[in-house]
């Protein structure tokens, strides 16, 4: 049987298939057979119903009696199959001449439907299709727009969403937008997402990133030494203002960069004093920071142009068996090279107002008429955009394999460094932005980031930090843009997300459930033995290198960052680790998650400490005509003995330690010793002292304790 009968079980595609006589069917597979196969199956049968001039009415068409090459099987079954066709064709209240309606419901579109229909039942059929073996995995796509990254999930077999209502049950959710900070409460613990909780607050933001990297230049101020001078304003204007002096102008440029803005708007460079308080007084107005650096007036050119590096790092990490986080960070061995538009020139009073002579933001330089487009991506070093790789190239051409060496592991090293002063922040805001992972960290990590780290050159080839992007742009204007971001999303997606199934909910599922079971202890036990080496512990996966832990082949930088990390570590313990600890101790004091009320009794007693108690015992005789107790007698109440018996939590409230005088109220009718309706005592007589008066009240009986609320701590 044909490809035909293999696709149609009902034979009716070639049974009514158009045939030529006899004579011309010189061979029986191949030629007119074959290039039907790619015509459209609708047009074929409707070319293939008689007309009114072929042949007689409920005649059937012309079928060669034998074909050659086919068996005699093969022709019984065309035979039985025309009958069948004779049948369909047959007119059943249609005029002479009208072709007969073969198909009465044939799979097509209606019409009238909106395109929104249409692209409805084209998921609804999606749905519907088989799923291969294992599961699909669901890709959120909803948060960006970015085609590259869609088509590199396609690529992988995945199942794109771009409906946010579809998206809660995705494996994967890429966010290229703002919302970063709902989509981390509906991440799943078998789930990943492009984002980790805090890099926006600790990195990306200008004033953030001043402030975090002032602090490390305090604890390493030579291994920070990669950050430009760098002012925070308003808080920063006083010591800003000591380096002008007396003078209202300096000799060195500053350039000033809002915090809330970006692809180069409002960026201005100034030495005048005046200029900077202004900028300041603004932003105090705004409730907004504006971030002030010295400029750089010697930077290294191509062309005589400025440029700047936009390179890719990649963060990840791995689940150690205590819990914390095992960073992984790779470098994209490509990039871009933005170049200005206009030729360089030191900065003066008159060219210092040209931003396509100062800045390197492609935002800014697209619209010149000096831009020049790269359109083909094998030339990579045309253009005002080039690649890293050809960067790279160009300095071991003009300075040598050493130089360029040693520039990468410089670029790499100031990349490390600058994700390991926000390490601690990472980590500790992992934990608490994400719904609790019930089987201790089996699932893996469950984020990745990619940044846009920007850092410029001086004449010396020192690199300098400039900002850091936690939204890198996809967008593909050229050849080479597709080629360099095309590369780095699927190898992105390789290294993050090696090993997801459709299945993993219900992995999960399961694994909780065994660790419920057979315990936790022994789940540990078993994962452990289970782990097997993934992509992110290689040194190299295509065009990334990893970058920490640091390579083999450069153990001074290596040896430099493993110290700053352990250092971080130790500095920044108590942010993420003695929280931990003080409530796993109250939880172990307690022996449950809500710690036990106060005593009633302690109620009663005065707000003092626990060693109050005696003077309760005093009040209590006192009240009841008792005689006056020593005062080791006073553990023996009923309320001291509930106190001691029930061992209080650490994180219960207590009473507090400034303890209020108690106030001693009148029991006879009021107005009878005066308006305050106390009761006359031994000293308080006219003419009595201040201490004679304290003695007197010290041994008043009719003492009234006000009852303190206490107040019930919940975790």
Known sequence: MDSHASEDPCGVFEATEKRPPSSDLTTASGGPEEEDEDEDPVEVEEDAIPGPGGHEQGQPALVPDKLPGKSSSQQNQEEDLTEVENAMAEPDGNQEGEPALVFDKLPSKSSSQSPAQQEEQEEEEEVARPKKKGGQVLFNASHSDYEVVAEAAEERGWRVVK????????????????????CFRKVEPWMRVNHFPGMNNALARKTRLARNMARMMRVFPSEFRFVPPTWVIPDDFGDLEKRFGADSESKVFYIVKPDHLCQGKGIFLTTELERLRQASQESQKKNEATVVQRYITRPMLIDGLKFDLRLYFLVAGKRRADGHLDLRMFLFRDGLVRLCTTAYEAPTQETMNQKCMHLTNYAVNKNSKNFQQNDDKDNDGAGSKRSLRWFLSYIEENFGDKERRKLWLKLMGLCVKTVLAASSSLESEYDGAFPR???????????????????????????????????????????????????????????????????????????????????????????????????????????????????????????????????????????????????????????????????????????????????????????????????????????????????????????????????????????????????????????????????????????????????????
């Not at 409906?163 to 709902?182: F, L, M, Q, R």
């Not at 992509?535 to 153990?555: I, Q, S």
């Not at 001291?640 to 009473?655: D, E, I, V």
Request: with cysteine.
């Open 163 to 182: 409906s946010e209502e579809k998206a809660a049950a995705c494996n994967v959710h890429w966010i290229d937008d703002s919302a970063i900070g709902d």
């Open 437 to 715: 992972d019930l089987t201790g960290g089996m699932m893996g990590c469950r984020c990745f980031e990619v940044l846009g780290i920007d850092v410029m050159l001086d004449a010396k080839r020192k690199p300098y930090l400039i900002e850091v992007n936690h939204l890198p742009s996809f967008t593909c204007d050229s050849p080479l843009d597709d080629d360099i971001k095309r590369r780095l999303v699927g190898q992105i997606m390789d290294l993050t997300c090696e090993g997801l199934s459709g299945k993993d909910r219900k992995n999960y599922e399961q694994l909780v459930r065994d660790r419920r079971n057979s315990g936790e202890g022994a789940v540990r036990h078993v994962a452990g033995t289970e782990e097997h080496k993934s992509l992110l512990d290689l040194p190299v996966y295509k065009d990334f290198e990893r970058a920490f832990p640091p390579p083999e082949g450069a153990p001074k930088m290596a040896q430099q960052l493993e110290a700053i990390a352990a250092r971080v570590r130790e500095i920044f313990k108590p942010v993420h680790a003695v929280k931990r600890a003080s409530k796993s101790d109250s939880l172990q004091d307690s022996g449950s998650c809500k710690p036990p009320l106060p005593p009633k009794n302690l109620a009663a007693a005065p707000p003092g400490h626990a060693k109050a108690s005696s003077s309760e015992a005093v009040g209590s005789s006192r009240r009841n005509g008792a005689s006056r107790s020593p005062p080791g007698r006073a553990g023996h109440s009923e309320g001291t003995q509930r106190l001691t018996a029930q061992k209080r939590s650490r994180s219960a409230p207590g009473p507090p330690r400034c303890a209020l005088p108690p106030i001693a109220r009148n029991t006879s009718p009021a107005g009878q010793h005066g308006s305050r309706g106390r009761s006359p005592v031994a000293g308080e007589r006219e003419g009595a002292t201040p201490s004679s008066r304290r003695a007197a009240s010290a041994k008043c009986s009719a003492r009234v304790f006000l009852q303190l609320k206490s107040a019930q701590i919940h975790f």
